[in-house]
């Protein structure tokens, strides 16, 4: 069973730093496009920043370039986003996603597998 696990979220004061980790199991991810997206209660997601199945290519929101950084490990089968200088309007749900393919950058609803999420809270 193909399966992504979040971890790393929590609370934090503005400006502070996060490290979410989104580990796999049930497949290899080397792969695997990984994506990080966000989403409020009753809204969309929305795509935060994506990594290519090798790592040689990264794409991210700009309300988050310069601040945040997407990683991967595929010896380690696990992704990560450091997220630095939070906002409070970075106070979301945060999950990461799948899909195969060497050439794809960003994974795409509905997903090849997902997280349940992790909550990042940012107070000021």
């Known amino acids: 069973q193909l399966q992504l696990v979040e971890s790393g979220g929590g609370s934090v004061q503005v400006g502070g730093s996060l490290r979410l980790s989104c580990a796999a199991s049930?497949?290899?991810?080397?792969?695997?496009?990984i994506g990080w997206f966000r989403q409020a209660p009753g809204k969309d997601a929305e795509k935060v920043a994506c990594?290519?199945?090798?790592?040689?290519?990264?794409n991210y929101a700009e309300s988050v370039k310069g601040r945040f950084t997407i990683s991967r490990d595929n010896a380690e089968n696990t992704g990560y986003l450091q997220m630095n200088s939070l906002k409070p309007e970075d106070t979301y749900i945060y999950f990461c996603a799948a899909d195969q393919g060497v050439y794809r950058l960003c994974p795409a609803y509905p997903y090849h597998a997902r997280g349940q999420g992790t909550q990042v809270t940012v107070s000021s």
């Open positions: 990594i290519s199945s090798t790592g040689l290519s990264t």
């Open positions: 049930g497949f290899s991810l080397d792969e695997y496009a």
